[in-house]
């Protein structure tokens, strides 16, 4: 392999690791945190990877887009929280992720029924 693979592979990767050490991309490390702890926690049985992965993606953009609601939510709970508030609330929005989609599905959906019926009935 050229030496040009290597350099562009390295500058890439040093260009992640600082995206990932960046605002952005501490909220979407401790969202994927949050959404691995809650696939671990609440799996029963066998657990699958492709499970794992899939709570760890989706509390990862539960986390970057919905941080700041739970951030004030808790800070109204709990009162001020201080220096680890904003990692805490997206951490904390990331185990609470999945679980927040599908209720809101669930709610459209059954919106959805009201207004139009089932459309399988003709």
């Not at 690791?17 to 691995?36: F, H, I, N, P, S």
């Not at 657990?47 to 700041?68: E, K, N």
């Not at 904003?86 to 927040?100: E, K, R, V």
Request: aromatic share 10%.
């Amino acid at each position: 392999m050229s030496d040009n693979f290597w350099g562009s592979l390295i500058l890439y990767a040093t260009a992640g690791l600082v995206w990932l050490g960046g605002e952005a991309g501490r909220a979407y490390v401790a969202g994927a945190t949050g959404g691995l702890v809650r696939w671990w926690l609440i799996g029963r049985g066998r657990r699958r990877v492709v499970d794992g992965i899939t709570a760890a993606i989706g509390g990862a953009v539960f986390a970057a887009y919905f941080a700041p609601v739970t951030l004030a939510l808790l800070e109204k709970m709990l009162g001020q929280l201080g220096d680890g508030a904003q990692d805490a609330a997206t951490f904390t929005t990331g185990m609470l992720g999945m679980s927040t989609a599908k209720i809101a599905i669930a709610a459209f959906e059954s919106r959805v029924q009201r207004w139009g019926g089932d459309d399988d009935n003709g």
